[in-house]
């Protein structure tokens, strides 16, 4: 890692890109139609209007909805029509799309990652493009273990990890140090207990890195309450979403902290959506925490979603602009 603290900040148009070509938000239901349930294309079509399309319909805004369903059972009545159409059914679906094999990684995600030798890396996205493409990066490097280390600190920040004596009341120390990977919506291989009251609901097992176990899998029983294990993923609200869970909350107060002493933050493949009231709110809040100039580089096709990236950051330095992963490679 370089001295100039450069932040990373990756949406699912980075993975687009990949040569996974995994879909957006916005194009997920459209280019998967044939593996989604007919009971859930039926709530899905009721939900938009029965005059809608698939590609009107967006996979976190139908997250969104169906997690604030389940969050509001017990006092408002949970909506589902039918069953198969919960939000953890459609997780399963999430799942079996954007999973890719342990071992492979994508070439594209590592020439951005030599190009930008970020400190910190920022990913918006459930799947684990960004992860086996770090670790595969980190393998390339003078000293492995050294740049696997941001990757690496994700036991301590979202589980919990052994220490000498009483756990510390802030980062353990090692942690404190050098730059993180942070996801700030949880990801495919996270696994936590579905009972809120059971302390494995705050302990996230990182599949990635603790290792991939059956006893581990998402439906499996917990080992300390017996509820069953299920993938955390939370989508984009605007109320009660990263503080029900304050292992997630750890890691957007880092994202925070990390932007607001940034020298340069390259921005993928981000929308910067409506709904995603909390990621708005993070990148004018680290504003207010700016002591330093910052350039900013967004990479984006669109042109709308390159303004209002440009808009949300604002007074920075100095801004480029690349429509294409290969043109911002092209120059750096």
Excluded at 139 to 162: C, E, F, N, T
Excluded at 175 to 201: E, I, M, Q, T, Y
Excluded at 203 to 220: D, F, K, Q, R
Aim: hydrophobic share 40%; glycine share 6%.
């Amino acid at each position: 890692m370089t001295e100039q603290r450069t932040i990373l900040l990756l949406g699912a148009g980075a993975s687009k890109a990949s040569r996974f070509e995994l879909p957006t938000m916005q194009g997920f239901f459209a280019h998967n139609a044939a593996h989604i349930p007919d009971a859930m294309t039926k709530m899905l079509m009721e939900m938009y209007g029965m005059h809608s399309k698939l590609a009107d319909w967006n996979l976190e805004d139908a997250l969104s909805f169906l997690y604030a369903s389940a969050e509001r059972a017990t006092t408002w009545g949970r909506y589902s029509p039918e069953p198969g159409c919960g939000f953890g059914d459609l997780l399963k679906v999430v799942r079996a799309r954007l999973s890719i094999a342990p071992e492979e990684h994508c070439p594209l995600h590592v020439r951005l990652l030599d190009a930008t030798r970020p400190r910190t890396v920022v990913t918006l996205n459930y799947d684990l493009v960004a992860d086996q493409s770090f670790d595969s990066w980190a393998k390339q490097q003078a000293d492995p273990q050294l740049a696997r280390h941001p990757r690496l600190k994700l036991l301590s920040l979202v589980g919990r990890m052994p220490v000498a004596g009483p756990d510390p009341i802030g980062l353990h120390s090692d942690d404190a140090k050098g730059g993180f990977f942070l996801k700030l919506h949880g990801s495919l291989d996270w696994v936590v207990c579905s009972d809120p009251r059971c302390p494995n609901a705050e302990e996230i097992y990182v599949g990635s890195l603790n290792g991939y176990a059956e006893t581990h899998e998402p439906g499996a029983p917990c080992g300390r309450c017996g509820a069953s294990l299920e993938t955390l993923i939370i989508p984009p609200l605007p109320v009660k979403s990263i503080e029900t869970r304050h292992r997630l909350r750890l890691l957007w107060r880092l994202a925070m902290n990390e932007l607001a002493l940034a020298d340069r933050v390259v921005v993928m493949g981000l929308s910067f959506a409506a709904s995603d009231f909390d990621l708005r709110w993070l990148i004018r809040q680290a504003r207010f925490g700016r002591r330093k100039e910052m350039s900013l580089a967004v990479i984006n096709p669109s042109r709308k979603d390159r303004d209002r990236a440009i808009g949300l950051f604002a007074d920075v330095t100095s801004v480029r602009e690349y429509d294409s992963l290969d043109e911002f490679l092209a120059v750096a």
